[in-house]
């Protein structure tokens, strides 16, 4: 079965430290990948997408993720965060040309001023 | 992206008692999902509503529990049946954007005592 799986449960950062979430799944075809982030009492939003063409996709507030493929991976990077980006994080996965999403369990950051 | 609003926001329910959920996007969409986000997991897709058919509900969740209707473009409720302290979680609804990222309402959390 598919399965998305995030290593990192719990992170915790001070500001301007450097971020990178890891998100890896399982499956051998062609899939979409996102990101999504809830911020406290917020909803989910979508931070970045990936359908195709240029592994290096960016997003929203200063986050990229990369696409490797051989890897199955679609980790999170930002180079400096701030408080602000404290939230919990989700990777997902689709198969390509459905819209069913698998979900990762999310990584809750806190980044400390 | 689009606009949803759910209600209720939050409710607190007996046992062995059912509560609808409504969700209402800002357009019309074809496809409405319905999630659950059980405390400390991840978000789980309980089903799939397109306007004008049955919901196609994923593996584990049954129609008599999780009855959904779906009577127009940009109105759905879920109805959680017979409810068990189980079923204490958050439901969410979202929609489709214009490739397949999905859009998220800000959720309805239920306990059942």
């Known amino acids: 079965a598919q399965s998305v799986s995030q290593h990192n449960h719990h992170v915790i950062l001070s500001e301007a430290a450097s971020l990178e979430l890891g998100c890896n799944y399982s499956?051998?075809?062609?899939?979409?990948l996102f990101w999504y982030v809830q911020y406290p009492g917020q909803h989910l939003q979508l931070l970045l997408k990936?359908?195709?063409?240029?592994?290096l996709v960016k997003g929203i507030k200063g986050f990229e993720a990369e696409f490797i493929k051989s890897k199955f991976s679609f980790n999170l990077r930002k180079p400096s965060v701030q408080w602000s980006d404290t939230a919990e994080y989700f990777c997902?996965?689709?198969?390509?040309?459905?819209?069913?999403?698998?979900f990762g369990t999310g990584t809750r950051l806190k980044v400390l001023a | 992206s689009a606009v949803i609003s759910q209600k209720p926001s939050r409710d607190i329910c007996q046992r062995g008692t059912s509560l609808t959920i409504q969700c209402q996007v800002d357009s019309q969409v074809t496809m409405m999902f319905w999630y659950r986000q059980q405390p400390g997991q991840s978000l789980t897709l309980i089903a799939t509503a397109n306007q004008g058919s049955e919901a196609t509900y994923e593996s584990g969740f049954v129609i008599d529990k999780f009855p959904i209707s779906r009577p127009n473009l940009t109105f759905s409720t879920l109805t959680v049946s017979n409810m068990s302290p189980e079923d204490s979680s958050i439901y969410l609804c979202?929609?489709?954007?214009?490739?397949?990222?999905?859009?998220f309402g800000p959720g309805t959390r239920l306990t059942v005592t």
């Open positions: 979202s929609v489709t954007g214009g490739g397949y990222e999905q859009y």
């Open positions: 990936y359908f195709s063409g240029d592994p």
């Open positions: 499956y051998g075809g062609t899939v979409n």
């Open positions: 997902a996965v689709n198969r390509g040309g459905t819209y069913k999403y698998i």
